[in-house]
């Protein structure tokens, strides 16, 4: 069934992408164990994608406690999960550029009632998708079960559209309730992913940043910028992580392409330290009557 703005070879490919994304999803969770290392976990589910035949649409993030987003692991990665973590795994998979992002939280501490609000937030969310519904309902939505739980919704996040090859386009879909709003239209492709906190409700950049993103094309001097392009062309402007990159010059090649405009950093967004943080993700494909979970 698909739907009057989608091909049907769009619409197969996301679907397919969907599922490939939510095995394996589920498969990663299941790795996620206190004393594990980081680096172990995020290399076996990013192998788990290429061995499926599709591609990474990023880099895993796995994020951890007050850390919502943006995380991944570095080269030589030490860190290992420790019982009490809060866990967040965040997966996107592409076929042909069409994109699959969901996302789940593992608990190794004990914080049923925190998963339980961002994990039943997007099911509040996704029961109210169909053509007419508008982006302030369904954050209102969002914002009503995170909020009854006692914790705060992000502000600060948000879902996001999905394009070929492109991770983030209209519509913005927030985690708060707000007047009016775009309304939903047959045909659009978007993950809603709620966050819910026991800290602030806000994230902020920390110092740490794994993964990057071509923005534009520009011309460079610095020969390991130039190898670095080379390296990431095959992404057509999908972000990579750092570890991806085999250049001895990395660091100072990837900040001369960040100083120039060329390449966009990710800073690990947080929320306040010693705060925990959950997130749940699923993609939708908006239809005549409501909506195709494509990561269920």
């Keep these: ?34 004393g594990t290392f980081v680096l172990e976990i995020v290399e076996s589910v990013e192998q788990m994608v290429t061995d499926s035949g599709a591609g990474l649409a990023f880099p895993l993030n796995l994020s951890i406690n007050e850390d919502a987003a943006h995380d ?11 019982a009490g973590d809060i866990v967040k795994l965040d997966l996107g998979v592409h076929l042909d550029g069409y ?3 969901t996302a789940v939280t593992i608990d190794l501490g004990d914080c049923p009632l925190l998963i339980e609000a961002s994990s039943c937030a997007l099911e509040a969310a996704i029961a109210l998708v169909r053509p007419g519904a508008t982006i302030g309902q369904i954050g209102g939505a969002i914002q009503q ?9 992000v502000a600060n996040l948000t879902g996001h559209g999905l394009a070929r090859y492109q991770i983030h386009t209209p519509p913005t879909i927030p985690n708060l309730w707000f007047q009016d709003g775009s309304a939903l239209e047959e045909g ?60 001895e010059r990395q660091d100072f090649a990837l900040s001369t392409l960040v100083s120039q405009g060329i ?20 993609t939708l494909i908006v239809t005549a009557d409501g909506c195709i979970v494509t990561t269920s």
């Design 72 to 82: 991944t692991a570095s080269n030589g990665d030490e860190r290992v999960l420790a």
């Design 188 to 247: 659009m492709v978007f993950a809603i992913e709620p966050f819910a906190s026991t800290g602030s409700g806000r994230v902020t950049e920390k110092q740490r940043i794994e993964i990057f993103q071509q923005v534009s094309t520009k011309p460079v001097r610095l020969p390991a910028a130039r190898r670095i392009l080379g390296v990431i062309r095959e992404r057509r402007g999908m972000p990579f992580a750092r570890r991806w990159i085999p250049e």
């Design 145 to 153: 079960e995170i909020e009854s739980r006692g914790f705060r919704p």
């Design 263 to 282: 390449v966009r950093a990710y800073p690990v967004l947080a929320d306040i330290p010693g705060c925990f943080v959950s997130q749940h993700e699923h």
């Design 1 to 34: 069934m698909k739907t009057p703005t989608l091909s049907d070879d769009a619409f197969d490919s996301y679907r397919e992408a969907g599922r490939i994304a939510s095995r394996i999803r589920n498969a990663g969770a299941g790795l996620i164990r206190a």
């Design 99 to 101: 994109i699959a992002d």
